[in-house]
């Protein structure tokens, strides 16, 4: 056996090394149900294009599944610590299989609204619920590798469903929601029949939402998350539309380059997990979002493909380094009956940006490129000097950090 064939077994067994077996089944079907997540990147076509609607009118769609999303964390949230992590992440991914298929189907305008409204409540239930697993299973020690692991397989598992989905909405829309809810039900069937529930016992009342939001630690770092979000939201909102309607690369330029964010995210991001989980968690996370930060505010002065690109490695690097950090952070905040709870508070922050963002954004970009672009990085980094403020915090929390 050669040495680069040793030295690649080791590296192997140690990304596999001290996770449980259920970590690894909840990561498969992630995977799986990321290789099938192929609707919702090409709803705005699906909407326009299949069903005939105006742009209006799709954006009043998107916006009710915006409205959803931002009720469905909550509810996950208690869901989960009231019912069982295994139970609300199952029931998620099969409400959700029974939404796709009834908006695949839909063809009024009300039919279509209330498949979307549907869609947007329970699309991302299993967010809470899997990130309150995590933190049931793994050790403190192990969590930021095992979140990174999690976001890696989501990456991968987009990018690749992304791609297929492209070619099969040219065979027909109806296959997308189909293998859209087929793997929503094998996460369903995986996670409910490999996964024990860990959700702790008590007899204690644990309330609503009140609870986690007397904790001032949990609001700061959820307001810091939402600085974050509005950043990264902005590859989804202002970036397409600055690129092409601004800068005026082809849609075929832009997709080059954007490229660059999922090749970097799967080849680097495992290769320094590891290391990144094992420093401080507070100034890991602040590092990323800066770097982030400084790749948007570049994006100012791009004119061409390769510069384009050269940004999107930046903030990429950001985004690898932040990788796993949050959830870790999340997980040493929470009481252990309260996961649910404050994982539901984290998806709001993300639920939140996603609306927020192109409501500000775009007005943003009439004022012009540089505005916008400026603007973006700003409240990156003022994301990260409140990460640096809430560190000590953070830190008294954390039982990892503080050794």
Known sequence: MSSSTVEKTSFLKAQVAGLPRPFWALWGGTLVN????MVMPFTGVYLTQSRGLSVAAAGL???????????????AGVLTDRIGRRATLSGGMLATAVCML???YSTSLPAILASMFALGLV?????PASSALVADLVSPEERPRAYGLLFWAINLGYSVGMTAGGWLAGLGFVWLFWIDALSSVVFAVLV???VPETRPETRQKTGGFGVVLRDRVMVGFTLVVLGNALVYAQTMTMLPVAMTGVVKLSSQEFGLAMAMNGILIVIVQPLVSGRLGRMDPARTFALGVAVMAAGFAMTAFV???LGLAVTIAIWTAGEIITAGIPGAIVAALAPPELRGRYSGLFGLA?????VLAPLAGGPLLELGPRVLWFTIGGVGLAAAAGMLLLGPAVRRRDPVSSL
Do not use: E, H
């Open 350 to 354: 993300w639920s939140l940006a996603a």
């Open 61 to 75: 769609v998107m916006g009710l599944f915006g409205a959803g999303s931002l009720l469905s964390q909550l509810v």
């Open 303 to 305: 004119t061409s493909t």
């Open 102 to 104: 009834a908006l695949g």
């Open 34 to 37: 990321r290789l099938g997540t």
């Open 123 to 127: 699309v991302d239930v299993y967010r």
């Open 192 to 194: 409910w029949r490999a």
